[in-house]
C-alpha cells in the first residue's frame, strides 16, 4: 500500500510556529550549529520512498527568519510492488530578508527504484537561499535505480533556474556517457541565491577535476559535480560552499 504524506515547517524571527510530520516524514528541531539560525532535521519514521509513494516537504522561511534544514540520514528510493515511480516534493517559500539553507543528506537510488522529484523554490527580492542536492546511483557495486528530477527557483517573480536530469535505465540513451556522468555514480549540485551577487558576482571557474562553478542570472551561482562516490560528491561540494557561501 502506498503511502502519501506531507511536512510543513514555517520559521519566523521569535522561531518556528509550524512543525508538522505525517507518515515517513518527521521534522524536528535540534540545537542551531550557527548562532542566530534555526535548525530542523527532516527523521525518516519509516523506509520511503517506496514506489507509489507520494511525499512532500513545504517550507516557508518568514521575514527576517534564517533557517536550516537538513535529514538525518540519507534516503533511501526503494521498488514497490505495483512498479509505480515514488514522487517526493519539495516547495520552498523565502520572504525578504530571510535565509534558508536546505542541506539534505543525499538521495540512493537502489537497484529497480524509480524516484520523480520536483523542487520549486520561491524567493523574495532580498531573500537568500543555499540549497544542495546530491543523488546516489545504487548501493556499493550495485546497479543503479532510476531517478528524475526538476529544480525550478524564482526570484521576484522570475526565473533563476529551470532544469531538469534523467539518470539509471529508465533515463534516455547517453546519460552513463562522457558528455554527462562519465561512468560516476554520484552526481550533485549546490545553488547560492544571494543580492551580494549583484555587487560582486560569481567568477566562473572549474573546481578539481569533476566540479564547476557557473554564475547565474539572478543573482546566483550553481556549482555542479560529478564523483565516484558519495563522499567525494560532499567533499566537493562543501568546499564549493565554504568559498562562496557568505554568511
Known sequence: MSVRATARIVADR???????????????????????????????????????????????????????????AATISLPGPTGAPAHYDV?????????????????????????????????????????????????????????????TVRRAGRTVLDQEARYGPGAPGGWDGGAVLGGHRAVGQLLIVDPDYETEPARPRVLGDTAVLTPLAGPAALVTAVAPDARLLREALDAAQRTEDRG
Open 14 to 72: 521569535t522561531g518556528l510556529p509550524l512543525l508538522t510530520g505525517g507518515g515517513p516524514l518527521a521534522p524536528r528541531r535540534t540545537r542551531p550549529r550557527t548562532p542566530g539560525r534555526q535548525r530542523v532535521v527532516v527523521v525518516g519514521a519509516m523506509s520511503a520512498p517506496l514506489g507509489g509513494d507520494r511525499l512532500a516537504v513545504e517550507t516557508e522561511v518568514r521575514d527576517g527568519a534564517r533557517l536550516e534544514v537538513g535529514s538525518a
Open 91 to 151: 516547495r520552498l517559500t523565502v520572504a525578504d530578508g530571510a535565509r534558508l539553507h536546505w542541506l539534505p543528506e543525499p538521495v540512493i537510488c537502489v537497484r529497480g527504484s524509480d524516484l520523480r522529484t520536483v523542487t520549486h523554490v520561491e524567493l523574495a527580492p532580498t531573500a537568500r537561499l543555499v540549497l544542495r542536492e546530491e543523488q546516489v546511483l545504487g548501493r556499493h557495486r550495485e546497479e543503479p535505480g532510476t531517478v528524475w528530477s526538476r529544480l
